[in-house]
């Protein structure tokens, strides 16, 4: 399971599914030669509305992106209460080559955080295959005054990937959130983007692949 956030979105735990964790004294696969298509089945959330969250596979298929251009959460200033948190949630069909499955072995995150002094800025992801009864959780704080880039990373250790099953179909589930705290001068906004004014910010999922065992 992943452990951890990178952004430090550090360690992550994934759930999943239903085949064991990978063998640690055993190798990896390469990832397939044939390309692997993601697919956003379904994308909700006010952090993400119709059409603001895009999501690209990488030539190698090693990874995939996630691009926003519409997710920001504040505080202070009269900002609307509603404001102070926004989420989305993706939900992804991910097509892979015959006789293959996959595993998600990081997550990076990136954004932008302006936070007054005293305020407080939360990112939040969750991960879990269709079908699964768990979900982790992983959480990174940030702490006002701050006014820089920030970044996040789930890793998951090598011998805890939780592969996708073999032969069945099963949806991807992405939940991120944002939440800011006004800071000690109310008067002042604070926020907190997965998003840029001047090009959108990536959120990246590393896979890992394994081979499935012969039918």
């Known amino acids: 399971m992943a452990s951890g956030l990178l952004l430090g979105v550090a360690a992550a735990t994934l759930l999943a599914a239903a085949l064991p964790a990978h063998d640690p004294g055993s190798s990896f696969e390469d990832p ?29 298929n090693t990874a995939f992106t996630v691009t926003y251009s519409d997710y920001l959460a ?3 200033g009269g900002s609307d209460p509603t404001a102070a948190r926004k989420n989305c949630q993706l939900s992804l069909l991910v ?21 007054e002094p005293g305020a407080r800025g939360t990112q939040r992801a969750s991960y879990y295959f269709q079908g699964s009864p768990n979900t982790e959780y992983r959480t990174h704080a940030f702490a006002g005054p701050y ?14 990937l939780v592969y996708a099953p073999c032969g069945v179909q099963r949806n991807f589930n992405i939940n991120t959130e944002l939440r800011v705290s006004a800071g ?11 998003d840029s004014t001047d090009g959108d910010i990536s959120t990246v999922y590393h ?8 039918r």
């Not at 595993?103 to 955080?113: C, K, L, P, T």
């Not at 990373?153 to 805890?160: I, K, N």
């Open 32 to 60: 397939p030669p044939d390309k692997i298509v993601i697919k956003v089945a379904t994308v909700n959330g006010s952090g993400c509305p119709a059409g603001t969250a895009a999501v690209a596979v990488s030539a190698d």
């Open 74 to 76: 504040q505080a202070g």
């Open 95 to 115: 097509h892979v080559p015959s006789g293959f499955t996959y595993a998600i072995a990081s997550a990076d995150y990136r954004g932008f955080a302006a936070l």
């Open 147 to 160: 006014d820089d880039n920030w970044q996040a990373t789930d890793e998951t250790d090598w011998a805890q």
């Open 184 to 194: 000690n001068d109310p008067s002042k906004v604070s926020f907190m983007t997965m």
């Open 207 to 214: 896979l890992a692949w394994k081979e499935c065992p012969a």
